[in-house]
């Protein structure tokens, strides 16, 4: 009788242990989701300042008073701020795909994917 009121309280224990760990890895998930949101917007205004700077160098280039050695390097750094904003993005769909397997929504997937404010989206909010 004492060895299955053990068991029983094992069971309880070992229950109550995986509700809290799957809280924190739910909420870890979501914190990775929102933060990846947030590096996408953060992103932007480098973008656009990358931009800014790649016309002033096309501009100097064209004016015989650049080289074209600072238009590809301005290339290169606008490339590298989208490659970033790029694997935000990746990071944020990741985190999305945890969280919905986590609750059992995997099928749901494209219904977020279609009314959910998305990175992409973000993008293009900022950049009109």
């Known amino acids: 009788m004492k060895a299955a009121g053990s068991a029983v309280s094992q069971v309880q224990f070992l229950r109550k242990q995986a509700r809290q760990d799957l809280s924190v890895l739910v909420e870890k998930t979501y914190l990775e989701a929102q933060q990846a949101l947030d590096e996408v917007q953060g992103l932007n205004s480098s973008i656009k300042l990358a931009q800014e700077n790649l016309k002033l160098r096309q501009k100097a280039f064209s004016q015989g008073l650049g080289r074209?050695?600072?238009?590809v390097d301005a290339e290169l750094y606008l490339a590298?701020?989208?490659t970033q904003q790029d694997a935000a993005s990746f990071q944020y769909l990741l985190s999305l795909n945890k969280l919905l397997a986590l609750s059992s929504e995997m099928n749901n997937f494209s219904s977020y994917k279609y009314n959910a404010i998305t990175p992409a989206q973000l993008r293009s909010e900022d950049a009109s």
């Open 80 to 82: 590298s701020i989208k």
């Open 68 to 71: 074209s050695l600072d238009v």
